[in-house]
């Protein structure tokens, strides 16, 4: 099952989004067409390609484009009322969050993948520092999946209001992903009703979005017999790409590579075991937009800059190699589009507000909600029912954000919406944790 491309759009299907991924420039400014459709998804890239590339996927999973599986119109009308506009009828502008980053150090307590020090633990780039350091982002407001500027991402309908949390700075690396392993194969497992967001709504966490009263539930055992229980087992499911995979059976030249390859159960799993939880996909989208400023890319100061290129993000530009972020050596042309840089390889140059590295670029990044339409408005809230109330097939693909070092300027786009079934496994799918404040 390979990522699927959502995008919040109403023009034309662009008939020749197969080209994309090979012909645009690393350093281009120029926006991507916007899409839209049914019956197909856009090609994540084979697993042994890392990303989006190009082309159609037939296969299972979400196969729906643009507003089959986007925030429903009527629900974008319905919100615009009182989310899109100002009283003088001029263009709704949420008042600027202080920037309440702190220091890049670990939280307490120690997360337990960063107890002691090792390769990929203790030694992330720009500076050597815990590869468990992040930062308190404020609670605040956003416009979920807008940024005002790209064709397809300027809908102001899908507020959201996000409490303050602790964010990683780095994604999950290949040395703390190894002692989670470690851990499972010692007999660990996720205890039910774990991985809550415990400091919100008095310990109860967050709203179900679209059910009232329902907060969420956490880990559910049943999602135990997706951990895999021996380490021929994970080293075998962890080698899912020949090219691209980071993993490796024994601790090597990798450790300092996001870990990919991972399932959304075994994100969610790691998280948990590490003292944390996945974050929501409002809470992703609020850190990578810079909150309210609803940033373009996560870098992008002023907010409306459109500049990407290979020094703030790890993705596919270009073709044949030039002057993209792939190196020299490899043959795009015959499909392989790049690997994985170590995490925080384009830091600080491409960090977010509060100093979050790969935001954009490198793996995309598991969200703890199921790919549904948005729910508005929406405080503290997660899209996390697995069942249908109106007779609809029922949603099952969880979110995923931010594009991977496969993927073109499109993709790595703060407003960019993507999803994948949450058992699938590639070398574009990783993760990042998110903890109490």
């Known amino acids: 099952m390979r990522p699927i491309l959502q995008q919040l759009t109403q023009p034309a299907l662009y008939s020749a989004f197969g080209l994309l991924g090979l012909l645009g420039a690393c350093s ?17 890239g084979s697993a042994s390609d890392g990303g989006d590339s190009g082309g159609v996927d037939s296969g299972g999973g979400d196969s729906t484009l643009g507003n089959a599986s986007a925030p429903d119109a009527a629900d974008a009308s319905a919100s615009d009322a009182t989310t899109s506009t100002s009283s003088d009828g001029g263009p709704f502008v949420f008042p600027m969050n202080p920037d309440a980053g702190s220091d890049a150090t670990p939280p307490p307590p120690v997360p337990q993948s960063c107890m002691t020090p ?22 605040g407001n956003l416009l979920r999946s807008y940024d005002g500027t790209n064709p397809g991402y300027t809908n102001q309908a899908f507020l959201a209001t996000v409490d303050s949390l602790w964010l990683d700075k780095y994604e999950i690396t290949v040395g703390r992903f190894r002692r989670f392993v470690s851990a499972v194969v010692g007999g660990w497992q996720p205890a039910a009703g774990s991985g809550k967001h415990a400091h919100i709504n008095a310990g109860l966490g967050l709203q179900v ?53 991972i399932t959304w159960y075994e994100a969610y799993a790691f998280c948990i075991w590490d003292g944390g939880f996945l974050p ?45 972020c792939v190196s020299p050596d490899v043959d795009a042309m015959n499909g392989v589009s790049g690997a994985t840089n170590g995490v925080g390889s384009e830091s600080p140059e491409g960090d977010g507000k509060w100093g979050q590295s ?29 069942t249908s109330t109106d007779g609809a097939p029922a949603a099952t693909n969880r979110v995923i954000r931010g594009g991977a070092f496969g993927n073109p300027a499109s993709l790595e786009l703060v407003s960019a919406r993507n999803s994948d079934d949450p058992t699938s496994r590639t070398s574009s799918l990783g993760a990042r944790c998110a903890r109490i404040p």
């Open 358 to 386: 790969d935001l954009a670029g490198n793996v995309f990044e598991w969200n703890l909600d199921v790919f549904a339409p948005y729910v508005t408005p929406c405080s503290n809230c997660a899209y996390l029912t697995l």
């Open 28 to 44: 281009s400014n120029t926006p991507p067409p916007p899409v839209e459709g049914t019956g197909n998804g856009l090609d994540g």
């Open 209 to 261: 979005a679209g059910v009232a009263g329902t907060n969420e539930a956490g880990w559910d055992t049943s999602w135990n017999a997706s951990l895999s229980t021996t380490a021929d087992a994970w080293n075998t499911a962890l080698a899912c790409d020949p090219i691209a995979a980071s993993w490796t059976p024994a601790a090597g030249a990798n450790e300092n590579l996001p870990a990919n390859c």
């Open 118 to 139: 090792g390769q990929g633990i203790s030694d992330c780039a720009p500076d050597g520092g815990s590869c468990c350091a992040g930062s308190i982002l404020p609670e």
């Open 280 to 324: 929501t996909e409002a809470e992703w989208n609020y850190a990578a937009s810079g909150g309210a400023e609803q940033r373009v890319y996560p870098w992008s100061v002023p907010a409306t800059s459109t500049t990407i290129d290979c020094a703030h993000a790890n993705y596919y530009g270009a073709m044949m190699g030039t002057d993209s």
